[in-house]
């Protein structure tokens, strides 16, 4: 049985710094693209980071955040520095650029003072 779970979300200033990672099991990690998705509130999920063999990063979080996987224990971290108060939203790990998954409950960033 397929499944992700998120975690090390939580509340942090503007300016400070998150990591979070992602469990995978039940599938051949290895093999696929890992990414992560956020969904904003009041907005629809969205990729913004992706990792086959090179890290790729969409315009808002690019230069901020570095995204990483660890093959042997089927895992993605996404180290996130820097944060925005935009940054908030529930961050969810999926293969990438297209899902292949149903969603774990993803972990919850709030950034704000």
């Known amino acids: 049985q397929v499944q992700l779970v998120e975690s090390g979300g939580g509340l942090v200033q503007p300016g400070g710094s998150l990591k979070l990672s992602c469990a995978a099991s039940?599938?051949?990690?290895?093999?696929?693209?890992w990414g992560w998705y956020r969904q904003a509130p009041g907005k629809q999920r969205e990729l913004i980071a992706y990792?086959?063999?090179?890290?790729i990063y969409t315009a808002p979080v690019r230069g901020r955040f570095v995204i990483s996987r660890d093959n042997a224990k089927m895992m993605v971290h996404l180290e996130m520095n820097s944060l925005k108060p935009e940054d908030t939203g529930v961050y969810y790990c999926?293969?990438?650029?297209?899902?292949?998954?149903?969603w774990g409950q993803g972990t919850q960033v709030t950034v704000s003072s």
């Open positions: 039940g599938m051949t990690f290895n093999i696929r693209t």
């Open positions: 999926n293969t990438a650029p297209e899902w292949d998954f149903q």
């Open positions: 990792v086959g063999n090179i890290p």
